[in-house]
Nanobody, 123 residues
Framework: QLQLVESGGGSVQPGGSLKLSCVAS????????IGWFRQAPGKEREGVSC????????YYADSVKGRATATRDNGKNTVYLQMNQLNPEDAGIYYC????????????????WGQGTQVTVSS
């Protein structure tokens, strides 16, 4: 089955940038799409990005639209989340998660989750 491992989190100043990585392993079929979620302390888990396999379209949450870019390196079995212009509201634990190729862009339809990587934004 799929295994996902996130990395790249850390502490940045407001206005800074981070590039998160998610390494996928344990699969040979391209049956899954990988998206990003985040959860701030005391807040609900929020979808950050979701790839629609059919047309290769990526949807972004309004809160990160224009500041987040999700990409994939097929050769490295790795997906990335580039986050720019970070502000304190972006702080939290970021997760990558895999869903079936034709699954829904909602948390409960994702089958495999990484352990999360912490993002802190402070001056």
């Amino acid at each position: 089955q799929l295994q996902l491992v996130e990395s790249g989190g850390g502490s940045v100043q407001p206005g800074g940038s981070l590039k998160l990585s998610c390494v996928a392993s344990g699969f040979t079929l391209d049956d899954y799409a990988i998206g990003w979620f985040r959860q701030a302390p005391g807040k609900e888990r929020e979808g950050v990005s979701c790839v629609i396999s059919d047309g290769g379209t990526t949807y972004y949450a309004d809160s990160v639209k224009g500041r987040a870019t999700a990409t994939r390196d097929n050769g490295k079995n790795t997906v990335y989340l580039q986050m720019n212009q970070l502000n304190p509201e972006d702080a939290g634990i970021y997760y990558c998660a895999a869903r079936r190729r034709w699954g829904l862009c909602v948390a409960w339809d994702h089958d495999v989750w990484g352990q999360g990587t912490q993002v802190t934004v402070s001056s």
